[in-house]
């Protein structure tokens, strides 16, 4: 009988895959967004929707959290890394309230403040559960330019607010551009 163990090498090597896939995350209110990536590098996928029509994005970006810590994702549509980085980031706050901060990075040493970024942002919120955070923005795409360079990160909290990430390994490749047509 082939067919079955075909079937079963088949299942062997697809699942691991399918099981870090973006696919096979889903989002609360059954939101849906018509494309993700998963992300190469701190376990992160990112979810849109793109509506040409008014040259917004729609955005779930997924990723685990360090206890007492952060993280963050980012379109620069200026730059490769961190320097013009139009970010969202999202912790606990001292009272336990979850927090999403707008935040354009100027400096390597910056100060995370809440504030306006480059673009518009309609909206954001966060949803932390089970270790894993997750970012909803609605965004003005930058010049309605749909391939983007992005940057994604984690890092602690010290004081109850966002310190430096590592500055080694996964947490100094994580950026690359991201094409939201395709
Ligand atoms: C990503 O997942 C792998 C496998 O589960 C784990 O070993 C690693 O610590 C995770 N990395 C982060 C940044 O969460
Ligand atoms: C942009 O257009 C889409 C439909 O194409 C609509 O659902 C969405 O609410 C609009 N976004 C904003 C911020 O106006
Ligand atoms: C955004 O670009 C698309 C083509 O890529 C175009 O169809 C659409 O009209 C543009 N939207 C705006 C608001 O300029
Ligand atoms: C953010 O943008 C709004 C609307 O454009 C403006 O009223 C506000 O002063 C800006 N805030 C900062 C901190 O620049
Ligand atoms: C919680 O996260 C762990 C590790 O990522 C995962 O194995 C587990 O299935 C998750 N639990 C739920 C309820 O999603």
Known sequence: MATPFIL?????????SLAQSCLS????????YTSCST????????????HPDNATIDIAYRAPIPSNGWVAWALNPTGQ????????IAFSGSDGALLVYSTAISSYTPDIKDGNLSFTVYS????LFNETM????????PGN????????????????VP??????GDNIKSAGSIDFLS
């Open 124 to 127: 954001k919120s966060g949803e």
């Open 145 to 160: 330019s749909t391939t983007v360079n992005q940057v994604w990160q984690a890092g602690p909290l010290s004081n109850g």
């Open 163 to 168: 310190a430096q990430h590592a500055t080694t």
């Open 39 to 50: 992300l190469p590098y701190l376990n992160a996928t990112i979810h849109w929707s793109y």
């Open 134 to 141: 997750t970012i909803f923005a609605t965004l003005e795409l």
């Open 81 to 88: 890394g961190m320097i013009g980085a139009q970010s969202l």
């Open 8 to 16: 079963l090498l088949l299942l062997a090597g697809i699942s691991p």
């Open 25 to 32: 995350d889903t989002f609360s209110g059954n939101q849906i």
